[in-house]
């Protein structure tokens, strides 16, 4: 007869509250879902005089995954799993640190009409941004809107024309590009995914996703969603699938010589317990 003791050692599986998502070295904690598929090119063989393949042929391999993450007061992107992520960028990226000049011209006018702003996201290391107007003034930019725009007779609207105030440095090109902080998620360079699950029973296992790349990234909200999710498809280059390992404890000892120690901590749980456990009457003792 198996007593409960023999019960509790069985295989066990693992569930979403016993799995943490480590990246970068740093636990993902608004993690709430991650999935991977695993898919290969076979092609069959045939010849005449056969109707089944008499082979079949190998090709790539392709890996590829979502990352589904719960969106709180910042975006992922600015959590200390990807703190300090560079790339390098040319200086007439979407979001340089440097001056922009929008020339655009009124309608039933010839005139052209000049407005600059500054964009300094890509130096902004702060998920915190203060708002001050609806007009896009805010710490890290600033913009200026010229009242031709808004102007009520000119009811045909504008033609913007984006130039830049800078040209292409032929003579050094290292002044065209410059190091800076990502601004998109699929900037970060390839990162590795460690994925720990440790259950209640003791038992405990890992799993690693190496050399990810992020693809696409989705959002949305509404009126009737609870919660705002970040959706992410990623592709990386190998898995490490789901091995089991013994978590241990330190034992650093007391006393002139004496070397540290590590026991499994699964050893220490089922230390405190006996063969035949009484429920209902008098159990063991745990100390």
Not at 18 to 47: C, F, H, T, W
Not at 69 to 97: A, C, N, Q, W
Request: with cysteine.
């Amino acid at each position: 007869m198996a007593t409960s003791l023999d019960l509790s050692r069985t295989y066990t599986s693992y569930s979403g509250v016993d799995i943490r998502v480590i990246i970068n070295g740093a636990q993902a904690g608004n993690m709430q879902a991650l999935s991977y598929a695993i898919q290969r090119e076979k092609a069959p063989i045939y010849v005449m005089g056969s109707v089944d393949p008499i082979s079949y042929s190998r090709g790539k391999r392709g890996i590829a995954g979502t990352m589904i993450s719960l969106m709180m007061d910042v975006h992922m992107l600015y959590t200390p799993s990807f703190t300090g992520e560079r790339y390098l960028g040319d200086k007439d990226e979407i979001f340089p640190s440097s001056d922009y000049d929008f020339s655009h011209q009124t309608a039933g006018s010839s005139t052209q009409v000049s407005d600059k702003f500054t964009l300094n996201n890509a130096t902004n290391e702060s998920a915190t941004v203060a708002l001050q107007d609806v007009a896009g003034n805010q710490a890290g930019g600033s913009w200026s809107t010229d009242s031709g725009i808004t102007d009520p007779q000119f009811s045909g609207g504008t033609t913007k024309r984006l130039s830049r105030t800078r040209e292409y440095d032929l003579t050094d090109l290292g002044n065209n590009y410059s190091v800076a902080k990502v601004f998109y998620v699929d900037q970060i360079l390839p990162f590795d995914v460690t994925i720990v699950a440790a259950n209640e029973y003791g038992q405990s296992a890992q799993m690693r996703l190496y050399g990810c790349e992020i693809l696409n990234e989705g959002s949305g909200f509404s009126i009737d969603d609870i919660v705002i999710e970040n959706q992410m498809t990623y592709v990386c280059r190998t898995i490490l699938p789901w091995r089991s390992f013994s978590l241990k404890v330190a034992d650093v000892g007391t006393g002139v010589g004496v070397n540290p120690t590590a026991t499994s901590m699964r050893d220490q749980l089922y230390s405190h317990e006996t063969d035949v456990k009484v429920r209902g009457g008098q159990g063991p003792v745990y100390t």
